[in-house]
């Protein structure tokens, strides 16, 4: 078994919890340095990563630290002799202070902070790190010549992971070693290295217990090949192009030029898709000429053109790439890359449901053209100067310093607002990710700071480009706190912000659930005027028309509501869309959202819905379906010389496997009259298995709701029917009759060895079953979790606290390692189950019972320590198994398995032989979001789906293991 050679990781923390950790950790250093600052380089990730976000955070750009409160401060990054970056802090009342360098710091970097009186300096050391997830003994080398190991004593050198701490010595060449083999794992886990130098500031290397990043590399823990994106730093459904969206949150009317043009802040493609015109005169004078409405072609009608692609885009180098700032892959975990003036990210790159995710916008134009648009994860404004006629460049940037920025309150998080910064990014699972921006007759800009439950107002300094520091602040009373609240004059997450030419400015309070009113003058902190009446819930969007009338999306109630003189007029119901509201000139409403994955136009005087752009089909499918695109996808096997798997509503192959490339395309389909028809909500084709009779064996929910097991016949062509159908209630060995739940297509499946047998989990009825003589005569003759035909509920009854060896709870995937031990996934979607997995001995499973043999308890479980009635799971430096998945062996007893990432780990583990050693051996370093399914192929090559982000993932020969 050789070593694993890890990399230097960059770690993120979440900013709240993060600080917290770190005043924890610091807190002596603090106290003995009361008055003087105190530097600390990089983010300390000793305790793992506790909620937050990349985003939100940062890790290695950070430089954060302890100071007298109140005490401004100047921090430099110098690198090579050069100056690379300059930020400027404010130590806050608890005398700390965070900024992010918007540049990554490196080893042999000089940080030097200064207070205006006094400069301070620290050199990074290098430090590097090797872990051999096996033996779990970490060596690198550090500043040499450390001997104390008396914690927090200067010139000390400490190693944290895995929830154990070590005081390291290093030799006169700075050589270490630190034995970490009395933990029972370190793979895939991260910690950190915490050099305190001599004058007692400190220095963190975040350690990330992978293979060093690679591709192409046989054997090692990064992926070679994907499919379904055309690289790895694509992770959105589909395939991405100019005609199609992913869940578009707000669209802008730009009334400056005729035609209006038309911006859709195509979120979760992380992009502004814009449009100068949406179609062409039909007849008159105009005939054939460009046009938005119907005033744009007197005496005729703008012909709408539903499938135009986009004419510019905004945030991605072409229409067909999505990447969050360049790669949302996270191929960098845990830190990400920088932004840029040509990036965007309107999706999370650690993201758990794709589908879910995105954020919304409220955009804006000045009469010039230029258009001012919240870049919401890089928590900053961007201005385009006229990108129809210029370039597609940001040209101006407002929360940040420069283009490079990225985090919240320019890395201070919520201790640090000012006059300068923006904070709309929430962590995830936390706020509402909507934001706005306004101009207003003076060129002022207005911006919904929404995590910082303000809004901000940047005033025109005369030269057509607002400041880059605010001169009013609502919603606060100064420009350095953040609180929420329901006072005229507070805010609780303002999403959305309009003001009229004559100065009225209008707040979306989201989670407030009111709009409020603020009428000039205007001073820092003031009341609302008053509140919009009307019943008003959670507010995302807001769009003026060109006669100051004002629409209110109103998402908690699914309406649009039209004010006239703050009257409520005009209401379009049972619409569901998000973000910002466009309004032409002739006052047709504009909106988008998830539900239908297009513009659509709400058509004045009436507001039917006349006409879409961006159009879908009738499902809503997230961008275009093609030969390679995927869209989630629960199933996979290697049979017959083929890839298979089962992409929702088709059944898609690749021949010669073992061959593939990048984004190829698939070479048949089942299921679908081509690869361009795809069904969102109706038939799904789910896990799979074949057998050695050349059967492949697949778990069907037709259109009506009902479950069934197709036979087909390898290898599979396209277009073919199956030539075996199971369908419930099936006979009971023994007597009786057998049916299964309408949940029954989210189980597992495996073909038994040497059996005309297939073995099945049903979730809603929490048990594992297997049918005998499936190809000829099946007959039920094996349950599992239940120990009566009739029982059907969760742990026999006992519910979801009460586990024991012979129950079940919403069982998933289930397989057989290659000595025909069966493993069960006990545990489904999301959070469903008792999050185990069980193994139950070849041995003690009947081959031909006389009748049907109930309850037979397991002879192991996994991730609870032996223990069979536990029903949580243990700590993740315990034990990673939370959550588990399908699990896939190879003929080296090597264990392949994904967890939950909202329970588990983000990246399988690999296991060497689970029956002797139950803890993993080491991680593929791929940042998954669901891994459902893995096979080995007999090349020992591993295929893994990443559910949420529609892609396969291939690891060439595993078998080094």
């Known amino acids: 078994m050789r070593p694993r050679v890890v990399a230097i990781g960059l770690v993120l923390l979440g900013t709240a919890s993060a600080l917290l950790i770190e005043v924890a950790c610091n807190s002596v250093a603090h106290s003995l340095h009361s008055g003087n600052t105190i530097i600390n380089i990089r983010r300390d990730t000793s305790f793992g990563i506790p909620l937050g976000s990349v985003h939100s955070t940062g890790i290695s750009q ?28 404010i130590a806050d009342q608890g005398s700390s202070y965070s900024v992010s360098m918007d540049r990554f710091i490196e080893d042999g970097d000089i940080v030097l902070v200064s207070d205006g009186v ?22 690198g080398t550090a500043p040499a010549s450390i001997t104390t190991t008396t914690w927090g004593s200067p010139h000390s050198l400490q190693i944290s992971i895995g929830g154990a701490t070590r005081q390291i010595t290093t030799t006169v060449n700075g050589e270490f070693i630190a034995d970490f083999s009395d933990r029972p794992y370190l793979a895939g886990l991260v910690g950190a290295m915490h050099y305190r130098t001599p004058e007692g500031d400190n220095v963190y290397k975040p350690i990330f217990a992978v293979e060093p990043f690679s591709r192409g590399k046989l054997g090692d823990g990064w992926a070679d090949v994907v499919l379904g994106k055309p690289d790895f730093s694509e992770i959105v459904f589909n395939e991405v192009t100019g ?8 669209v802008f009317l730009d009334r400056s030029a005729q035609p209006n043009r038309l911006y859709v802040y195509d979120a979760g493609n992380s992009r502004v898709l814009g449009l100068s015109h949406l179609g062409v005169c039909r007849s008159g004078g105009e005939a054939g000429n460009n046009c938005t409405s119907d005033s744009d072609c007197p005496g005729s009608m703008c012909q709408i053109e539903a499938d135009r692609s986009a004419d510019i885009v905004l945030g991605q180098s072409s229409f067909s790439s999505s990447a969050c700032n360049g790669d949302s892959g996270y191929q960098m975990y845990p830190d990400v890359p920088l932004a840029n003036a040509e990036t965007f990210c309107g999706l999370r790159e650690e993201q758990m449901s794709v589908s879910e995710g995105g954020s919304g916008a409220t955009m804006a134009t000045d009469p010039q053209g230029n258009l001012y648009v919240p870049d919401f994860f890089n928590n900053r404004i961007l201005r385009y100067d006229n990108p129809f006629i210029n370039d597609r460049v940001a040209d101006y940037v407002w929360g940040q310093v420069d283009f490079a920025g990225i985090f919240c309150n320019q ?6 607002p000012n006059s300068t910064s923006l904070c709309l990014a929430p962590p995830p699972g936390n706020g509402d990710l909507r934001a706005g921006v306004a101009i207003d007759t003076g060129g002022y800009l207005w911006v919904t700071d929404s995590r910082n439950n303000r809004v901000l ?28 609240g329901s006072g005229l004059n507070q805010m609780h997450n303002p999403a959305s912000i309009q003001v009229t030419d004559d100065g009225a400015v209008y707040v979306a309070d989201s989670l407030g659930d009111r709009v409020l009113v603020f009428i000039p003058p205007f001073s820092n902190g003031m009341n609302a005027t008053r509140i919009l009446a009307g019943d008003i819930q959670r507010p995302t969007g807001l769009g003026l028309d060109s006669d100051g009338g004002l629409w209110v999306n109103d998402n908690g109630h699914d309406r649009f509501v039209h004010y006239v003189n703050e009257t409520p007029q005009e209401i379009i119901t049972g619409v569901d869309e998000e973000g910002g509201l466009g309004v032409d000139r002739d006052g047709n409403v504009y909106s988008a959202g998830w539900m239908h994955q297009e513009v659509r136009r709400h058509s004045a005087p009436g507001y039917s819905i006349g006409s879409v752009v961006f159009g879908q089909n009738s499902s809503g499918i997230a961008n275009a379906t093609t030969s390679r695109s995927l869209y989630g996808g629960h199933g996979l096997e290697i049979a017959g010389g083929q890839l298979i798997h089962g992409d929702e509503s088709r059944l898609l192959f690749w021949n010669n496997p073992w061959n593939l490339s990048n984004y190829q395309a698939a070479d048949g389909i089942i299921g679908a009259p081509d ?9 799904r084709f789910q896990r799979m298995r074949a057998d050695d009779q050349g059967r492949l064996w697949v778990l069907f929910k037709n259109n009506s709701s009902v479950t069934s097991i197709l036979g087909y016949q390898l290898p599979l062509t396209s277009g073919a029917s199956p030539t075996t159908t199971i369908s419930a209630p099936l006979p009971v ?18 073909v038994q060895a040497d059996c005309d047998c297939l073995w099945l989990s049903d979730e809603g009825y929490n048990r594992v079953f297997r049918i005998r003589n499936a190809s000829t005569q099946p007959v039920v003759d094996v349950i599992l979790g239940q120990l009566s035909l009739s029982e059907t509920e969760c742990n026999q009854g006992r519910g979801r606290n009460y586990p024991a060896a012979d129950s079940l709870c919403h069982p998933g995937a289930l397989a057989f390692d290659t000595e025909g031990n069966l493993y069960v996934a006990d545990h489904n979607l999301e959070f469903d189950g008792n999050l185990r997995l069980l193994e139950w001995d070849v041995g003690i499973l009947p081959t031909s019972p006389s009748s049907a043999v109930f309850g037979i308890p397991a002879t192991r479980v996994f991730g609870r320590n032996g223990n069979f009635t536990e029903p949580n799971c243990l700590s993740s430096w315990q034990d990673p198994m939370c959550g588990p998945w399908e699990p896939a062996f190879d003929t080296l007893e090597l264990m392949v398995i994904g967890f939950n990432g909202y329970l588990g780990p983000r990246f399988p583990m690999i296991y060497q032989n689970p029956l002797t050693n139950p803890y993993p051996i080491t991680a593929l370093g791929d940042f998954h979001s669901m891994p459902l399914s893995a096979r080995f192929d007999q090349l020992g090559n591993l295929y893994v789906i990443d559910h949420n982000r529609s892609r396969i993932l291939i690891y060439r020969n595993r078998q080094p293991f």
């Open 62 to 89: 950070i430089v954060w630290g302890y100071a007298s409160s109140g005490t401004s401060l100047t921090i430099t990054l110098k690198r090579d002799g050069s100056t690379i970056s300059v930020r400027n802090g």
């Open 118 to 139: 006094t400069e301070r300096t620290i050199e990074v050391p290098d430090m590097t790190y090797y872990v051999n997830t096996v033996s779990r003994i970490i060596t």
């Open 243 to 250: 005609k199609r969206l992913f869940n578009p949150q707000g």
């Open 411 to 416: 890395g201070a998080g919520d201790i640090g």
């Open 457 to 484: 107002r940047f005033p025109n300094l005369g030269n057509g480009v607002p400041s880059q520091e605010a001169n009013l602040v609502l919603g606060q009373p100064n420009f350095n706190t953040v609180a929420s």
């Open 675 to 683: 690869f361009e028809t795809r069904d969102r909500w109706g038939q």
């Open 733 to 750: 060995l023994g007597g009786g009759e057998f049916t299964w739940s309408s949940d029954f297509f989210l189980g597992g499946i495996d």
